[in-house]
C-alpha cells in the first residue's frame, strides 16, 4: 500500500482535494450512462473507461464500491432541451419498429461493446422507465418546497427562485446574470417557461407520444435530467462520494441535477464530481459532420476512410489510458499504431518475467517501482504517468534476463504480482491471442496463392502478375520455387 493519500480533481471547485469518504469502507459512485437510441461512440467508451478504473483502482485501494450506472430510455430529446422528439421515439419511427424495441437493440448493442473493451458492469444498472413513481414523488417535494410551477401540464423548474438561496452555476460556471440577459429573447412566442435557464421535470404529452405516463399533473414524460437525481440518490443516499460523466454534461446537465437534488432534499448530493474530455482528431474536433468520427467497430475493422487499418479492442484501451482523463484524447493513425507496439511491449514484458532468473540478492529496486505506480494512481488516477512508470519496469525485466541485473525470489515475486494487478486488475488490460487472426491470414494466402498457380497453369500470366503486384503494394512478397510458392510480409 502506498504511503500517499489519493487525491481526486474536483469540478465543483476546479482542486485536486484528498479522497475522504462520506462513510468509509464504502464508497458511493453514480456515472451518467447512454441514451440507447444508437450505437455507443467512442466518446461514450472513453467516459467509461474512465470511471472503470476510478472503479477498479477504488477497489484496489480496499474500499466496497457501489457503482451505478444509468441507461436512458426514455426523456431525452432530441435537441437536449425541453421541446422536441424523444430520442428513443424518434429512432423508432425511422426504423418502423416500436420505441422499447429500439431500447432493447441498443441495451444489448452497448452491453457488448463494454466487453469487448473489458469495462467491469456496474453494481446496478437502472432505467428510466423503473424508475418513473420516483420521479413523480421527486417533482411533487420540489412544488411542495415552492420550486417548481405548472404550466399546461408541465412542470418547470423554478431556476430564479432557486437562485435566491443557492448557486445555480457553481459547477459549469454559468452566471445567472448572464442568464437573465438572455430571457426576453427565448421567452416570446408563447414559450411556457417564466425564465430562460428554467427546466422540464414533466413535460405533458403529445398525441403522438408513445410512452407516457399519467401523474398529478396530465399525461406526460420525465425530464431527461430528473432521472439522475431520482436514481442516484435512490441508490447511493441523499449524500454520496463521486458522480461523473461527460465534459459535455456539466451544463445543463449535471448543473440540473443538483439543484433539483438541492430542491427536493435540501442537501447537495455530491462531494466529488468528476468529468472527462473531448475527443478530437488529427487535432479537429471529432464530429459526424465533419466526417471524422468513428464508431466502436469502425476503429477495430478498420472501415472508415481516415483509417489505415483496424485496430484491437485493447490497442485502444491501451491507447485511451495513455492520455489523462481530463485531457484530450487526439486520434492518429500514428498514435494508434504507437500504441499498439506499446501493448505489445508491455504484454511480452509480462511473458519475459517468467524467464528471470534469480539470485541470492537484488540489484534492482522493486519496492520503488511498485510506490512510484501507486504515486500516479493516487494522482488523480493518472494513468499516463502510471504506463509510464510500468514501462521503467520493462526495461527492468529486460535487464533482468539478460543478466545484467540481479533479483532475489522474493523481489521477483513481487515484481509478478505488481505486473499482473496493475496491468490486468487496475488498467484493465488483456493478453490478445494473435493465433487466430494469424491463422485466417495464412488461410487467406493460400487461397491467393492457389488462385495464381491457377492463373499460371492456364498461362493466365497477366492475372498471375497482377495478383504479384497487388500485394506488393501492401507489402507481402511471393517467393515461386520448384517446391511451390511461399509468401512474407515486411512492415
Known amino acids: 500500500m502506498s504511503s500517499s493519500k489519493l487525491h481526486i480533481f474536483n469540478s465543483l471547485n476546479g482542486k485536486k482535494e484528498e479522497f475522504i469518504p462520506i462513510n468509509p469502507p464504502y464508497v458511493g459512485m453514480y456515472v451518467c450512462g447512454p441514451t440507447v437510441y444508437s450505437d455507443a461512440h467512442l466518446g461514450n467508451i472513453r467516459t467509461f473507461l474512465t470511471f472503470d478504473i476510478v472503479f477498479r483502482y477504488l477497489t484496489h485501494l480496499g474500499y466496497k464500491v457501489r457503482y451505478v450506472r444509468n441507461i436512458t430510455d426514455v426523456g431525452h430529446l432530441v435537441d437536449d432541451a425541453d421541446e422536441g422528439e424523444d430520442k428513443i421515439e424518434k429512432r423508432a419511427r425511422l426504423e ?121 399533473w396530465g399525461i406526460g414524460v420525465p425530464g431527461w435530467h430528473l432521472e439522475c437525481s431520482v436514481m442516484s440518490t435512490k441508490y447511493l443516499g441523499k449524500e454520496f462520494d463521486i458522480h461523473g460523466g461527460g465534459m459535455d454534461l456539466k451544463f445543463p446537465h449535471h448543473e440540473c441535477e443538483i439543484a433539483q ?37 469502425e476503429l477495430i475493422n478498420g472501415d472508415h476512410p481516415l483509417l489505415e487499418k483496424g485496430y484491437s479492442p485493447m490497442t485502444i484501451r491501451f491507447f485511451f489510458l495513455q492520455a489523462h482523463y481530463r485531457s484530450t484524447v487526439d486520434f492518429s493513425n500514428e498514435a494508434l499504431q504507437a500504441s499498439e507496439k506499446g501493448h505489445h511491449r508491455l504484454m511480452k514484458a509480462i511473458e519475459n518475467i517468467n524467464n528471470i532468473k534469480t ?5 534492482v529496486k522493486v519496492d520503488e517501482l511498485v510506490e512510484k505506480c501507486n504515486q500516479s494512481m493516487n494522482d488523480d488516477f493518472n494513468t499516463p504517468v502510471t504506463i509510464a512508470n510500468l514501462f521503467e519496469g520493462v526495461k527492468m525485466i529486460n535487464l533482468l534476463n539478460e543478466n545484467k541485473q540481479t533479483i532475489s525470489d522474493a523481489d521477483l515475486t513481487k515484481l509478478k504480482s505488481h505486473f499482473h494487478h496493475y496491468v490486468f486488475n487496475i488498467l484493465g488490460l488483456k493478453h490478445e491471442s494473435e493465433n487466430n487472426n494469424n491463422d485466417l491470414v495464412d488461410n487467406l494466402m493460400n487461397v491467393i496463392i492457389d488462385i495464381r498457380k491457377n492463373s499460371k497453369d492456364k498461362k493466365d500470366y497477366a492475372t498471375a502478375d497482377f495478383i504479384r503486384d497487388e500485394l506488393n503494394k501492401i507489402h507481402i512478397s511471393i517467393k515461386d520455387s520448384h517446391e511451390g510458392s511461399t509468401w512474407t510480409y515486411e512492415n
Open 96 to 216: 418502423k419498429t416500436e420505441p422499447m424495441e429500439i431500447v432493447q437493440k441498443y441495451t444489448n448493442g452497448f452491453h457488448q461493446t463494454t466487453e469487448i473493451f473489458n469495462l467491469l458492469p456496474p453494481s446496478i444498472e437502472p432505467t428510466a422507465t423503473g424508475h418513473i413513481i420516483e420521479q413523480i414523488e421527486m417533482i411533487q417535494k420540489i412544488i411542495d418546497n415552492g420550486l417548481a410551477y405548472i404550466e399546461n401540464g408541465s412542470v418547470y423548474f423554478d431556476v430564479k427562485k432557486y437562485a435566491e438561496k443557492h448557486n445555480y452555476g457553481e459547477l459549469s460556471g454559468r452566471k445567472i446574470d448572464e442568464l437573465l440577459e438572455q430571457t426576453r429573447d427565448n421567452l416570446e412566442g408563447g414559450n411556457e417557461k417564466r425564465f430562460f435557464a428554467d427546466f422540464a421535470i414533466w413535460k405533458k404529452a403529445s398525441e403522438s407520444t408513445i410512452m407516457k405516463w399519467n401523474s398529478p
Open 261 to 297: 437534488s438541492v430542491g427536493a432534499d435540501g442537501i447537495a448530493p455530491v462531494k466529488y464530481w468528476m468529468h472527462g474530455n473531448m475527443l478530437t482528431v488529427n487535432g479537429a474536433k471529432m464530429s459526424k459532420s465533419l466526417g471524422n468520427s468513428f464508431l466502436p467497430n
Open 359 to 363: 539470485s541470492p540478492s537484488s540489484s
